[in-house]
């Protein structure tokens, strides 16, 4: 097994959905599980949809770098649903939502655990990626730095440097989506804790990897 940790930042902005808004479009303080395989994928250049790194031993963590900026925006109309037909409803209304929730040029640190073969093949394809990377939407296009593959060692620790799974004080608490299953049809979600400030003092120890000087728990 070996690590691989590097810092992502977006250029300008971006938007992690909360699958269960509507009108009001809400972004998760951190990118899902799935969006990091997905773009992880993409550098590979693997086929869209081909959830192809949830069958290998690819443990994730994430770490958001300094304060989460947020902003909600009015979004772009994308389409009008004409009620003509109706009498009762003689003019047209916008389907797409109206207001969408921005991430202002975040942050973060992701952690990979695997084997070796895998991480050194993404380490290679994320510093010379087979499609243009961005996170989250096709448009929020990304930077990527501070390449390291490192050794690992399996541990135990109180103090964390990563977001951690389960409900903790002193954090914000997200429900995240995990992985896809049933061929894509539905996600697995799971509870994690994004600490304000790192690490993340726990009043006992937790399992976790030890990459470079860092304490991190991979998922």
Same mark, same amino acid.
């Given at each position: ?53 949830? #069958?290998?031993? %690819? ?7 300094? +304060? ?33 929730n921005f ?9 990979? *655990? ?6 050194? +093949?993404?380490?290679? =394809? ?6 243009? %990377? ?10 990527? #730095?501070?390449?390291?593959? *490192?050794?690992?060692? =399996?541990?135990?620790?109180? +103090? ?25 049809k539905d ?13 993340? =003092?726990?009043? +006992? ?10 304490? *991190?728990?991979?998922?």
């Amino acid at each position: 097994m070996l690590g691989l940790t590097f810092d992502i930042e977006s250029i300008y902005f971006c938007c992690f959905r909360q699958p269960t808004t509507t009108s009001l479009i809400l972004s998760f303080p951190i990118p899902p599980f799935t969006t990091i395989r997905g773009f992880l994928e993409n550098a590979l250049g693997y086929e869209r949809d081909s959830f192809a790194l949830q #069958n290998e031993k %690819l443990l994730i963590g994430i770490r958001p770098i300094g +304060k989460i900026e947020r902003n909600t925006e009015l979004a772009k109309i994308l389409k009008l649903i004409s009620r003509e037909e109706k009498p009762c409803f003689k003019r047209s209304f916008p389907s797409a939502p109206m207001f969408k929730n921005f991430l202002i040029e975040p942050k973060y640190r992701i952690y990979l *655990v695997g084997e070796e073969n895998l991480i050194n +093949k993404i380490s290679e =394809k994320l510093e010379n990626p087979e499609r243009p %990377l961005y996170l989250g939407q096709s448009d929020d296009l990304v930077d990527i #730095n501070n390449f390291q593959v *490192v050794n690992i060692e =399996k541990t135990q620790s109180n +103090k964390i440097w990563s977001v951690v799974e389960g409900v903790y004080n002193g954090c914000e608490i997200v429900k995240l989506p995990y992985r896809f299953i049933n061929n894509g049809k539905d996600i697995e979600m799971r509870v994690f804790s994004v600490p304000e400030e790192f690490p993340l =003092k726990l009043e +006992k120890n937790v399992e976790c990897f030890r990459l470079g000087e860092e304490n *991190v728990q991979c998922i």
